[in-house]
């Protein structure tokens, strides 16, 4: 047979086959292409959201870096501005402009503003996009208390040109008038942009700076110059490269980003296995027709592209329809909510969704490829099947099937456990994920050989209904294997999920209990550079009455290195035991004598990060000098995914000499009431409604209900998971006892009665599902353990202790395993609808 | 349950079956399928019932087995009248007093011959060792005692046939009935089967209706029937 007329016959084979199905079961395949649209959708959404939000990052971060080849960054008290004047005359250095960066508090406000101080006419040079904007008016930023405002920052500060803008410095407000507002294109992001000198004198940063930009003379090797410059920097001061800083955000956010999109891939994989069930199912059904179509001369090959090609267009109708939705969820969600999908670091104001057609053309192609790869399987087990055998009838030998698959389903066990061992590829747990796949696979694998093995068992009751029951089942593993793929692995996913999720949130519950022992927290805006209690401030707050006792903390960010996020360093305790007493340390070892290196204590992620142990000496750059200390311990810290150092008070007064906090913790004395104490803390600031002040009762239900919020997603595309996997459960029980109705026929002729049919049902239902709920959840909680002690360690670098959710557990099973069984007879009803005798003359 | 039992100052009715004035139509539009069709089987006795296609053969044993209404007239299988009992009433009665052959045998694949053969006494509730020495006795008379542990996807048509027949008497019904047995089988196979049909429904006295097509194989019976538009008539020997 020619080329040509080959595929214009696999063709017409395919068409007439894709007919028929669309005409017997039109609903089958329209939930089949929904769920392949779902999963889809939600990868597209997810993908899109993201990437709006980090091309606004981007742009805007390229704004903020302008044409500059090097970027000296400080800590954000800054360096002394003697830094910029020895660069200045560098011979290799073409531009130099100062800058000092500050996330300012506002009052009465929880959020900051990043004000930017810089030298208009330098920086007109370096950040021409952003300075250009100013024109000729360029002048009027050297007034002093004057700042120009982005117009996002003038919208959400509800500011207009002439208007008045607070800000907080050390614990009083001082005033800046709004000089302008900086066109819309010029900067996306909210953003002050002051004279340099004039945000010193504000901010009581005089001769200070906390960045340097520099462009280089045409010729000079850039990698080289930063490299040698690094060296030269005082502690604390990092050469910088622009690109490090444009992909910060990238980098950061990148593990968070990986696991949505995984989360939205385990829709898609869902649908996949609903395509294989679905056409397993109709394979089994049309095993004689198709038999027939081999008998008339179609061959293997042209019955197998026929059937992938069933299961294709699926795929291509659920992925333009889930292209098509992904589009507008997403378009939704930046319209209606922020875009960072939960993560803060991702923030960006103004995002828009571009239009890229390659990446939802390749979510088109994979929502396709993933639907063909479904119905591969069973397109190559018809093809294989002897057409003799099929126009006779019977299931085909799924010994032999069970045997081959046992051996498979082995071999990716081992592999998935060997997977789980291994480390993280750049920050991803691409391994993990690898594991939890080959461990699903293999674990469906098995499904077969279990099946038979589990069945044999299972001893003959003399109930008939139950017998019956129990032989169907046992010589049909194929089909049970079938029905059960799809709610195996979305419940075991969800399982999986639910003890990630729970164990998650009792470890967050008792590393909240342990930072909260006081009565009531407070602290200045989150994350701000310029608001802090001076050592006179903090006696004022400690005269409050009602307080017992007072601990304050100061926070503050440390760049440790250029490419990574900056790490939070914590004073707190007075001394070093009271320090080490307070944290919820995982592991510890003896303070070292007062005479060695200072202890410090790091969170988990600055052992992952920077692969600091316990026992290891680290230096960190506190007010321009290297101060070693030894890190005694390592403790749980779910705040702060990028790092964070606890060093005493003491230490930290004797480094840096800075005796101010911004943070502290409240005991009161028996009876007082937190409400009137508030009130008095409040009151000893001019603006006190800026400190942010809660019990720790409060805090702690806010933080869960946080939590709550940010699994919600979770929650839900499990649950869609699940809601698939049981339609394809129903798919499963409504084909086979459609395929049956010529036994239920004869079993009523021999005086079966129908509730005993029903019963016989329900039984196979029940059994099959509660199989694979059982099956379910002890597969689910192998997949948590990669979850929680892989992946989720390798994501986020922090640990959870493993705790079960039972309850919640036990009744997800009873509920699924219910629904099961009133599938499996409602099924049965609908196909003892049709009468008896009727059933009994069709010779399938 | 209504009717099961006939009524005891009644004098017990001989006829393993009786058709009293059967009359059946499918729509009020379209003529009657038969009309006062009356019929007496006698204990022992094997009727054929011929006819042509789509004159209501297979119409008849449902209304015989109480899987289909009449319009009027009565069906009295051991002296109940089962137009007047309800679902499970009949069902029960069928489970006790009939078997069953079909053309397509409609054995279930996944149970074994011996669990096919035994699914009505199942269904009655007969318990050990009676259960099973019954089954044995049935699949030794119709000839497959070897291939008790067998499944009938592993066997010829001829033999399924024979798990069907033994399933249909093993119960020992007062009333088989058979629709085309033969029609799936080759012309020895069905020969054989008709035999067996024969002997067990003498074996075990009790009654038996055969609907075939096949002039050969109405003749294994003791009396022929043909079912046309007038109704039930005595098969002419020239026929």
Redesign the interface.
């Known amino acids: 047979m020619s080329a040509p007329r080959a595929s214009r016959g696999a063709f017409l084979i395919w068409r007439v086959l894709l007919l028929a199905q669309l005409r017997e079961s039109p609903a089958r395949l329209l939930v089949t292409v929904l769920a392949i649209a779902l999963g889809v959708a939600l990868g597209a959404a997810v993908y899109l959201v993201n990437s709006a939000a980090l091309n606004e990052f981007g742009l805007a971060t390229k704004r903020l870096v302008g044409e500059a080849d090097v970027i000296v960054r400080g800590p954000r008290e800054g360096f002394p501005e003697q830094l910029f004047t020895r660069l200045a005359r560098d011979a290799a250095v073409n531009e130099a402009s100062p800058v000092l960066e500050l996330d300012v508090a506002l009052p009465g406000r929880r959020d900051t503003l990043k004000v930017l101080g810089v030298d208009p006419f330098r920086a007109a040079t370096l950040q021409p996009a952003l300075i250009g904007d100013i024109g000729g008016a360029l002048f009027t930023l050297f007034q002093r208390d004057s700042i120009y405002l982005s117009s996002s920052a003038a919208q959400d500060l509800k500011l207009r040109r002439g208007d008045e803008l607070q800000v907080l410095v050390g614990s009083s407000p001082k005033t800046l008038r709004v000089l302008g507002i900086l066109s819309e294109g010029t900067y996306s992001q909210a953003l002050g942009l002051m004279d340099i000198a004039s945000a010193q004198w504000t901010f009581n940063q005089l001769g200070r700076l906390n960045r340097i930009d520099l462009r280089l003379n045409t010729g000079n090797d850039v990698d080289a110059f930063r490299r040698a410059l690094g060296l030269r920097l005082p502690a604390g001061v990092l050469a910088v490269a622009p690109q490090v800083e444009r992909d910060r955000a990238v980098t950061v956010t990148r593990a968070y980003r990986v696991n949505l999109n995984m989360l939205a891939l385990v829709a898609l994989w869902t649908g996949a296995f609903l395509v294989f069930s679905t056409q397993s199912l109709s394979v089994l059904r049309r095993r004689r027709s198709l038999a027939l179509l081999r008998a008339l001369g179609v061959t293997r090959g042209q019955l197998q592209r026929a059937l992938i090609g069933e299961g294709a267009a699926l795929g291509v109708a659920g992925s333009f329809l889930g292209v098509l939705l992904g589009l507008a969820v997403a378009d939704a969600v930046l319209s209606f909510l922020t875009g960072d999908l939960g993560n803060g670091q991702l923030r960006a104001a103004g995002a828009s969704i571009r239009a890229a057609p390659l990446p939802l053309f390749a979510f088109f192609v994979m929502g396709t490829v993933v639907a063909s790869i479904g119905a591969w399987w069973p397109a190559r087990a018809a093809a294989r099947q002897p057409p003799a055998r099929s126009l006779?009838?019977?299931d085909g030998d799924y010994a032999v099937v069970a045997r081959r698959s046992t051996y498979s389903g082995v071999v990716l066990l081992v592999a998935g456990a060997a997977l789980s061992r291994l480390p993280a590829v750049h920050g991803l747990p691409v391994f993990g994920y690898a594991a939890i796949a080959a461990l699903l696979f293999g674990a469906v694998l098995l499904v077969p050989i279990l099946t038979v093995k589990g069945l044999r068992l299972a001893p003959r009751t003399?109930r008939?209904v139950l017998?019956?029951a129990v032989?169907?089942l046992?010589?049909?593993v194929g089909l049970s294997t079938l029905s059960l793929a799809s709610i195996i692995v979305s419940f075991s996913l969800m399982v999986a999920m639910a003890i990630m999720v729970y164990s998650f949130r009792m470890s967050f519950d008792h590393w909240l209990g342990k930072l909260l022992p006081a009565d009531m927290q407070l602290r200045e805006p989150f994350g701000s550079d310029t608001a802090y209690w001076s050592a006179a401030d903090q006696a004022k707050l400690a005269g409050v009455p009602g307080i017992s006792r007072i601990e304050f903390r100061r926070t503050r960010q440390l760049l440790l290195d250029p490419a990574r996020a900056p790490v939070t360093l914590i004073a707190r305790g007075a001394t070093s035991a009271e320090t080490a007493a307070e944290l919820p340390l995982l592991q510890t070892r003896p303070l070292p004598p007062p005479s060695k290196a200072e202890p410090a204590w790091i969170s988990e992620a600055l052992q992952d990060l920077y692969g600091y142990k316990l026992g290891s000496e680290i230096d960190l750059p506190l007010a321009g000098r290297s101060h070693r200390f030894t890190v005694a311990g390592i403790w749980r810290d779910y705040a702060r995914t990028t790092g964070a150092i606890v060093i005493s008070h003491q230490a930290y007064l004797a480094a840096t000499g800075d005796a101010s906090a911004n943070e502290g913790s409240v005991w009161l004395n028996t009876g007082a009431n937190a409400a009137l104490t508030e009130t008095a803390l409040r009151s000893r600031f001019a603006r006190g409604d800026s400190l942010e002040i809660l019990t720790s009762t409060a805090l702690r239900e806010r933080s869960l209900q946080i939590f709550d919020r940010a699994f919600a997603i979770t929650y839900a595309l499990e649950a869609i998971a699940v809601i698939i996997g049981l339609t394809g459960v129903s798919f499963a029980a409504s084909s086979t006892a459609l395929a049956r109705r010529?036994?239920f026929?004869?079993l009523?002729?021999?005086?079966?009665?129908?509730r005993q049919i029903v019963g016989m049902l329900a039984s196979e239902g029940i059994l099959t599902s509660a199989f694979g709920v059982g099956y379910g959840l002890a597969l689910g909680t192998a997949l948590s353990l990669v979850l929680v002690y892989v992946i989720n360690r390798q994501s986020f670098n922090w640990s959870i202790d493993l705790a079960i959710p039972a309850w919640e557990l036990a009744i997800l099973s009873v509920t699924l395993i219910a629904a099961a069984a009133v599938t499996a007879i409602w099924s049965g009803r609908a196909a003892m609808s049709q009468?008896?005798?009727q059933a009994?003359?069709?010779?399938w | 349950m209504r009717g099961l039992v006939p009524d005891p100052g009644l004098v017990p009715d001989p006829a393993v079956l009786r058709l009293e004035n059967l009359s059946k139509r499918y729509s009020p539009d379209r003529p009657a399928i038969f009309e006062r069709l009356e019929l007496e089987l006698r204990q022992g006795e094997y009727l054929a019932v011929m006819g042509e296609s789509g004159v209501g053969k297979?119409t008849l044993l449902?209304l015989l087995?109480g899987?289909?209404q009449p319009d009027s007239g009565r069906v009295l299988l051991e002296g109940v009248d089962i137009s007047t009992l309800d679902?499970?009433a009949v069902?029960?009665l069928?489970?006790?007093a009939?078997?069953?052959v079909?053309?397509?045998f409609?054995v279930?694949?996944?149970?074994s011959v011996e669990?096919n053969v035994a699914?009505?006494l199942?269904?009655?509730g007969v318990?050990?060792p009676e259960r099973s020495r019954r089954t044995a006795l049935m699949l030794a008379a119709v000839g497959i005692a070897p291939l008790a542990n067998r499944?009938a996807?592993e066997l010829s048509g001829g033999e399924v046939q024979r798990i069907a027949i033994a399933?249909a008497l093993v119960h020992r019904p007062r009333l088989l009935l058979a629709d085309e047995p033969t029609g799936?089988l080759d012309p020895r196979s069905a020969a054989q089967t008709l035999a067996l049909l024969r002997a067990q429904v003498k074996a075990n006295a009790g009654a038996g209706i055969l609907i075939t097509h096949s002039r050969a194989a109405a003749e294994t019976a003791d009396r022929v029937l043909v079912l046309d538009a007038g109704g039930l008539k005595p098969l002419r020997p020239d026929g």
Do not use: C, W
């Open positions: 006779k009838g019977g003399r008939i017998d019956t032989a169907q046992r010589e049909n010529a036994e026929g004869m009523r002729h021999i005086g079966m009665l129908r009468d008896a005798v009994v003359r069709e010779d | 297979s449902n087995a899987l289909d679902d499970d069902t029960l069928r489970r006790r009939v078997g069953f079909f053309q397509a409609h279930l694949p996944y149970l669990q699914l009505p199942d269904l009655l318990a050990e499944y996807r399933r799936n």
